[in-house]
Antibody
C-alpha cells in the first residue's frame, strides 16, 4: 500500500524559505518511471503543479515557479524535500505530495493528506 | 485563469447522468492524455480517470472519461449523494512544459 505524508511548518513569514518533507512508503524510488510530485491548492482555488523528482534524480519544475523551487530526495529515508524561497502571502495554500507511476498511466495516483501553510507576518 | 476550462458548477439528482467538460488546446488536451481527479470536501484529490478513459482499480464504472480534439469530458451515471465533490481535469502542456489543471467543477447532488 502506497502512502505519502507531508510535514513542515504551518506558518512562515514573508521572504522566508519554506521547507516541506514528503515521507513515503509502499514503493521503491528505484523503479523506472516512478516520481514524487508536489501540487498546491490555495484556499478555495484550483490545483497548481509545482514540480516533481524521479528516482534517478531527474527533476521538473513549473516554469512560473522554477526560480524559487528546489526538490531533492533522500532515498535512504524514503523522503522528498521541497524548498520554496522568498515566500509571499499568495503562497498560502495546502501543499500536497503525490506518487506518480506507470501503473496508472503516469498519473499522480496516490496523494498525501496535504499540509496547510500560511504565509503571514 | 486556468489553462484548462471547466464549468464552475454542475448539478443533478440521484440516479441521473451528469457530464463535466474540460476545454483546452492543441498543446495540452489535443496532444496529451487527460486525467480527472475527485476532491471530496476537506480531503486530498483522488485519481478518477487516467489516459483519457481508463479507471484505476477501485473506481466504479459509473465514472467514465472521453476525449475529442481539444476537449475532454467526465461522465457520472447513476449519480449518488457521495459523488458531491469538486472535479478537476489535468494534462501536460507541451508549450508551457507544465502540468496544467482546470479550475475545477463543483458537483452538487440535489
Amino acid at each position: 500500500q502506497i502512502t505519502l505524508k507531508e510535514s513542515g511548518p504551518t506558518l512562515v513569514k514573508p521572504t522566508q524559505t519554506l521547507t516541506l518533507t514528503c515521507t513515503f512508503s509502499g514503493f521503491s524510488f528505484s523503479t523506472s518511471g516512478v516520481a514524487v510530485g508536489w501540487i498546491r491548492q490555495p484556499p478555495g482555488k484550483a490545483l497548481e503543479w509545482l514540480g516533481l523528482i524521479y528516482g534517478d534524480g531527474d527533476k521538473r519544475y513549473s516554469p512560473s515557479l522554477k526560480s524559487r523551487l528546489t526538490i531533492t530526495k533522500d532515498t535512504s529515508k524514503d523522503q522528498v524535500v521541497l524548498t520554496m524561497a522568498n515566500m509571499d502571502p499568495v503562497d498560502t495554500a495546502t501543499y500536497y505530495c503525490a506518487h506518480r507511476g506507470v501503473i496508472n498511466g503516469d498519473a499522480f495516483d496516490i496523494w498525501g493528506q496535504g499540509t496547510m501553510v500560511t504565509v503571514s507576518s | 485563469q486556468s489553462v484548462l476550462t471547466q464549468p464552475p458548477s454542475a448539478s443533478g439528482t440521484p440516479g441521473q447522468r451528469v457530464t463535466i467538460s474540460c476545454s483546452g488546446s492543441t498543446s495540452n488536451i489535443g496532444t496529451n492524455n487527460v486525467y480527472w481527479y475527485q476532491q471530496l470536501p476537506g480531503t486530498a484529490p483522488k485519481l478518477l480517470i487516467y489516459r483519457n478513459n481508463q479507471r484505476p482499480s477501485g473506481v466504479p464504472d459509473r465514472f467514465s472519461g472521453s476525449k475529442s480534439g481539444t476537449s475532454a469530458s467526465l461522465a457520472i451515471s447513476g449519480l449518488r449523494s457521495e459523488d458531491e465533490a469538486d472535479y478537476y481535469c489535468s494534462a501536460w502542456d507541451d508549450s508551457l512544459s507544465d502540468w496544467v489543471f482546470g479550475g475545477g467543477t463543483k458537483l452538487t447532488v440535489l
